[in-house]
């Protein structure tokens, strides 16, 4: 299944730091996809993960090395408003990724626009 985006987010700073404008759902937190439901693989290969509130910096520390040793890529981390990293991913690697414990959910990275 593929994660949809609850969350209109802000790029600021000269560190483009992302920063949460507002709640754009109704629907609660929990009804979010979670890693057990496996995300669909997309075009690009470039997806956002999140880890749960409870995971340490050095656990995402190795996940972020995993991913680019496994012939990935990490563009962004975020660390302020969620916890997680954007990054390119090979198919293979992000069938791995979906059996953590300790990641909350991936989801397609991309574009989103507002009417």
């Known amino acids: 299944m ?36 496996p995300t669909t693989p997309n075009m690009s290969g470039k997806y956002i993960v999140v880890f749960k509130e409870s995971t340490t910096p ?18 962004q981390r975020y660390d302020s408003v969620l916890k997680g990293f954007s990054a390119t991913i090979p198919d293979a690697f992000l069938q791995q990724l979906q059996g953590s414990d300790v990641i909350d959910y991936i989801e397609p990275d991309g574009i ?3 009417q």
């Not at 759902?25 to 439901?37: A, C, G, K, Y």
């Not at 050095?58 to 563009?75: H, L, M, P, T, W």
């Open 2 to 37: 593929i994660a949809q985006s609850r969350w209109r987010f802000t790029l600021s700073g000269p560190t483009r730091s992302i920063k949460r404008v507002q709640q754009l759902s109704t629907s609660p937190l929990s009804s979010r996809p979670s890693s057990s439901q």
């Open 58 to 75: 050095e656990q995402i520390n190795k996940y972020a090395d995993e991913v680019s040793s496994n012939g990935g890529q990490v563009s």
């Open 112 to 114: 989103v626009t507002t």
